[in-house]
């Protein structure tokens, strides 16, 4: 790492600036951002799946909550909806979030609703694939 220009110490040329948090855009961020998210939900109470950890479990009283993360995307479901709410509440004090509404597309796979669950497909990953190479 060299220092930006017009800020370099001419008594200590060789010298760089020490970063006490991950910047936006470099390779250790995501990491450093989940590391970050993932020890706050602890800290609230959730545990990591031992098959997964990338899935955070909430099991207290009657609240469970499953949360997924994927580097900045959550998904997170829940029996009861106060405990959500107030969750939601307390990692956007913490976090700059947006809540984007029920699911209906996650990593390729296009979530849709109906009255018996939930059909999920990647109707439309497919078809961008088939136009990118032109078939």
């Given at each position: 790492?060299?220092?930006?220009?017009g800020?370099?110490?001419?008594g200590?040329?060789?010298?760089?600036?020490?970063?006490?948090?991950?910047?936006?855009?470099?390779?250790?961020?995501?990491?450093a951002?989940?590391?970050?998210?993932?020890?706050?939900?602890?800290?609230?109470g959730?545990?990591?799946?031992?098959?997964?950890?990338?899935l955070?479990?909430?099991?207290?009283?009657?609240?469970?909550?499953?949360?997924?993360?994927?580097?900045?995307?959550?998904i997170?479901?829940r029996?009861?909806?106060?405990?959500?709410?107030?969750?939601?509440?307390?990692?956007?004090?913490e976090?700059?979030m947006k809540?984007l509404?029920?699911?209906?597309?996650?990593?390729?796979?296009?979530i849709?609703?109906?009255?018996?669950?939930?059909?999920?497909?990647?109707a439309?990953?497919?078809?961008?694939?088939?136009?990118?190479?032109n078939?």
């Amino acid at each position: 790492m060299d220092q930006p220009p017009g800020f370099v110490d001419q008594g200590s040329p060789r010298m760089v600036c020490r970063l006490h948090k991950s910047l936006y855009g470099l390779k250790q961020a995501p990491r450093a951002w989940n590391e970050r998210f993932s020890t706050h939900l602890i800290h609230l109470g959730f545990t990591q799946s031992f098959s997964d950890p990338a899935l955070l479990i909430y099991n207290k009283g009657s609240a469970l909550m499953l949360l997924l993360l994927y580097v900045d995307d959550i998904i997170l479901t829940r029996n009861n909806q106060a405990a959500i709410d107030k969750l939601i509440l307390t990692l956007s004090a913490e976090f700059d979030m947006k809540d984007l509404g029920e699911l209906s597309y996650f990593l390729g796979l296009q979530i849709q609703h109906t009255s018996s669950g939930l059909f999920v497909n990647q109707a439309k990953y497919a078809s961008e694939l088939l136009a990118k190479m032109n078939m």
